[in-house]
């Protein structure tokens, strides 16, 4: 497809449990970011991919929360003994070089609920 | 902190009409300022951004205008159509890094 993708589109789990959030980018985008979005409110910046390394994780509210993206595409979210407060939706957004503009394209997201 | 306010929270329009919203910022260091829009169970679009060097850029029925001593832009939705019924997000970006949003507006077109 020639959009971001991301899988699940829902998730529930219950509190304590361990999710996997995936994110797919735009092909040839080397910027992938991660963002959280509870209701009625704006997206909160978690982390910033460019290629394979982190470049800015100052966004993770606490150690529970880890993302990866070993090969520079796909980026998976991972969270550690979920909250209640873990609740929202979940977006990425990659982008292409700042001489190609630079603008964020984003993905459907994952609605997560913790019950 | 918030760096970036946006208002209203809400708005009605009635179609054919201008929708007007705004936002402030905080941050000087803040170069790239997009609005955009999200539809209920989607992901924010793209609709249009501007440079603090311009201060004003329009794209069809949308059009920024961009404040840099004041550090406020806005968004102008002219001849506003039942279609534009959204939540429409402001941001701020410093140095390709990553999007500071504004609190987002829910705006309702009514026939």
């Known amino acids: 497809g020639a959009g971001v993708s991301q899988t699940p589109s829902n998730k529930v789990t219950e509190k304590g449990k361990y999710v996997e959030l995936r994110c797919d980018p735009i092909?040839?985008?080397?910027?992938l970011y991660w963002y959280r979005q509870s209701l009625g409110q704006g997206p909160e910046f978690l982390i910033y991919f460019q290629g394979t390394g982190a470049a800015d994780d100052s966004g993770l509210p606490n150690d529970r929360f880890f993302a990866v993206r070993p090969e520079g595409s796909v980026s998976t979210l991972k969270i550690q003994r979920t909250e209640r407060g873990d609740s929202a939706v979940y977006l990425c957004?990659?982008?292409?070089?700042?001489?190609?503009?630079?603008?964020?394209?984003f993905g459907p997201g994952t609605r997560l609920t913790v019950l | 902190q918030q760096q970036v306010k946006q208002s209203p929270q809400s708005l009605i329009v009635q179609k054919g009409g201008i929708s007007i919203i705004n936002c402030a910022y905080e941050?000087?260091?803040?170069?790239?300022f997009p609005w955009y829009q999200q539809f209920p169970g989607k992901g924010p679009a793209l609709l249009i951004a501007?440079?603090?060097?311009?201060s004003e850029k329009k794209e069809g029925r949308f059009t920024i205008s961009f404040n840099k001593s004041a550090k406020q832009f806005s968004l102008h939705i002219m001849d506003s159509q039942p279609g534009d019924s959204a939540t429409y997000f402001c941001a701020a970006r410093q140095a390709g890094n990553m999007l500071t949003f504004g609190g987002g507006t829910r705006l309702m077109v009514k026939p």
């Open positions: 941050n000087t260091a803040f170069d790239y």
């Open positions: 092909s040839g985008h080397t910027a």
């Open positions: 957004a990659s982008s292409g070089t700042p001489l190609a503009g630079g603008e964020q394209f």
């Open positions: 501007i440079r603090p060097d311009v």
